[in-house]
T-cell receptor
Framework: GAVVSQHPSRVICKSGTSVKIECRSLDFQATTMFWYRQFPKKSLMLMATSNEGSKATYEQGVEKDKFLINHASLTLSTLTVTSAHPEDSSFYIC??????????FGPGTRLLVL | KQEVTQIPAALSVPEGENLVLNCSFTDSAIYNLQWFRQDPGKGLTSLLLIQSSQREQTSGRLNASLDKSSGRSTLYIAASQPGDSATYLCAVPDNYGQNFVFGPGTRLSVLP
């Protein structure tokens, strides 16, 4: 069964609104987790690394004030897309590492901003 | 249901060797296929993206091929270096973009 869940699986919103995506680890706890996004016909790209209890580390080109990450607990992390615009429409996916060699991925969230 | 497998699970080679990593998928109706590199404790790094209409992609010493009809992709690494040591994963999205399926990965060790 799935070890990582994401909610919602799909979301459509109006431009200017904020959208929160939840990522939950079901079977284990992890102090670190990752957020990725994939634009149409593009590669899945790492956005940020989130550590429980500290600020997230963002990859170059990812705006930390636009993509707010809250690593609330060892099993829950949220990504909030603030003031979403059509160019933020993308596929967002999270992952939890288990040890150093394995990552468990969520099923992804499809965001469409109108 | 799409399933992705990778062989070998682990590979250890001396520096300088050329090597091939294999990825197989059960449903050939894929939109694209991606190869990633994972370093211990780190997020994935995208290496190559092959669209379903393409047969191969090249980036530096890396070359990835795609044969949709047989459900296979290979990642060729030329003149391997110790810095190439990592786990390599392939992944395919379904045609609806609602699910991402990753292979289990190949753990590569390049010995100096």
């Amino acid at each position: 069964g799935a070890v990582v869940s994401q909610h919602p699986s799909r979301v459509i919103c109006k431009s200017g609104t904020s959208v929160k995506i939840e990522c939950r680890s079901l079977d284990f706890q992890a102090t670190t987790m990752f957020w990725y996004r994939q634009f149409p016909k593009k590669s899945l790209m790492l956005m940020a690394t989130s550590n429980e209890g500290s600020k997230a580390t963002y990859e170059q080109g990812v705006e930390k004030d636009k993509f707010l990450i809250n690593h609330a607990s060892l099993t829950l992390s949220t990504l909030t897309v603030t003031s979403a615009h059509p160019e933020d429409s993308s596929f967002y996916i999270c992952s939890y590492p288990k040890g150093e060699e394995t990552q468990y991925f969520g099923p992804g969230t499809r965001l469409l901003v109108l | 249901k799409q399933e992705v497998t990778q062989i070998p699970a682990a590979l250890s080679v001396p520096e300088g060797e050329n090597l091939v990593l294999n990825c197989s998928f059960t449903d050939s109706a894929i939109y694209n296929l991606q190869w990633f590199r994972q370093d211990p404790g780190k997020g994935l790094t995208s290496l190559l993206l092959i669209q379903s209409s393409q047969r191969e992609q090249t980036s530096g010493r890396l070359n990835a091929s795609l044969d949709k009809s047989s459900g296979r992709s290979t990642l060729y690494i030329a003149a391997s270096q110790p810095g190439d040591s990592a786990t390599y994963l392939c992944a395919v999205p379904d045609n609806y973009g609602q699910n991402f399926v990753f292979g289990p990965g190949t753990r590569l060790s390049v010995l100096p």
